[in-house]
């Protein structure tokens, strides 16, 4: 029979589960700039050694979770047309921004980014960079089917893609509307062809 060796810590998913769920409830509740180590051990009914055994400080900690979080969401069904796929992509991410927990969290970490630089470089290139990678496929699916010309401006196409909705969600704060979203999808398409 084969034994641990001893004194090997054993990260349980759902200890990490709990925490994770306390983290974001904090950083919504108070802003990262207030949350603590201990606010989200307590939270979570953990000791703070289980929060510092997964990440060394708060700033790893939130950075990872938010990174993986945002990662994931930014995964795009292929529907077969650039229509489909950037209709499925707003549609998604509309929803996501909408989250009560990510429509506290997302304006409180940009926030923190122009305080830290730390920050901004994390949420520039794990998350930003991750989320653009993973959406960048939307526009060489619809260059490789023909629907996009081959020259066509891929970063500023990624801009188009979520610029404009996170402006209607977070800061005019439109109400969800398909319909907007329809028309979003419509007008973000004309101006990838032009």
Do not use: C
């Not at 060394?56 to 993986?68: E, P, Y």
């Amino acid at each position: 029979m084969t034994r641990k060796p001893a004194g090997a810590a054993v990260l349980q998913q759902d200890v990490t589960d709990a925490i994770a769920t306390a983290a974001f409830a904090e950083l919504a509740e108070t802003g990262y700039g207030r949350l603590s180590i201990e606010s989200v051990a307590r939270r979570a009914g953990v000791g703070k050694t289980a929060v510092y055994r997964r990440w060394s400080s708060k700033q790893a900690m939130v950075m990872d979770l938010i990174t993986q979080v945002a990662v994931r969401a930014a995964d795009t069904p292929d529907t077969g047309t650039l229509r489909g796929d950037v209709l499925a992509f707003l549609t998604i991410t509309d929803q996501a921004l909408r989250h009560p927990l990510v429509a506290r969290i997302v304006p409180d970490m940009f926030a923190e980014a122009t305080r830290s630089p730390e920050v901004a470089v994390v949420l520039r290139e794990q998350v930003g960079g991750a989320r653009r990678n993973k959406v960048a496929a939307i526009l060489y699916r619809a260059i490789e089917r023909g629907e996009l010309p081959a020259d066509t401006d891929i970063e500023l196409g990624l801009d188009l893609l979520a610029g404009p909705l996170y402006w209607g969600v977070n800061i005019s704060q439109a109400p969800p509307s398909p319909e907007r979203t329809q028309r979003l999808a419509d007008k973000i398409i004309a101006a990838l062809a032009a």
